[in-house]
């Protein structure tokens, strides 16, 4: 697709948009939602999308860095694990978007064992920015 960007059949990148296709790209979610708590989780990775109009079916599998307490104890430790996660992203101006974002982390060995939110689900908002020309 081509599109005019200079001269008298000039087209502004607001007044189009992308109507459907697969697209790829960095998620990165820097808090969830459990139980009605807040948590600082922050998650990374890769996803794969299917644009829909103005909306984005995604699924994603990355890392992420857990808090954990010990049974008994009271120390913090932070543990790395692995996250998967699937959403629903909006695009509200052509390069913003905003979307609701599910999904499950899990920490192996010991801690995992210990982690009482082990494969339960989450929840995150997202607020994304597309640096694509």
Request: glycine content about 14%.
């Amino acid at each position: 697709l081509k599109l005019c960007r200079v001269g008298e059949y000039k087209v502004d990148a607001d007044d189009y948009r992308r109507v459907g296709g697969m697209d790829t790209g960095f998620l990165v979610v820097p808090f969830k939602f459990r139980s009605g708590d807040v948590y600082g989780d922050a998650a990374i990775g890769p996803y794969i999308s299917y644009k829909i109009e103005r909306a984005e079916i995604l699924a994603t599998a990355g890392i992420t860095q857990i808090s954990t307490i010990e049974t008994g104890g009271k120390d913090i430790k932070s543990e790395t694990g692995v996250t998967g996660s699937v959403g629903l992203k909006f695009n509200v101006k052509s390069k913003w978007s905003i979307g609701l974002i599910g999904g499950v982390d899990h920490l192996s060995g010991s801690a995992g064992d210990e982690w009482k939110y082990q494969d339960k689900w989450w929840w995150s908002i997202a607020i994304g920015h597309s640096f694509k020309q």
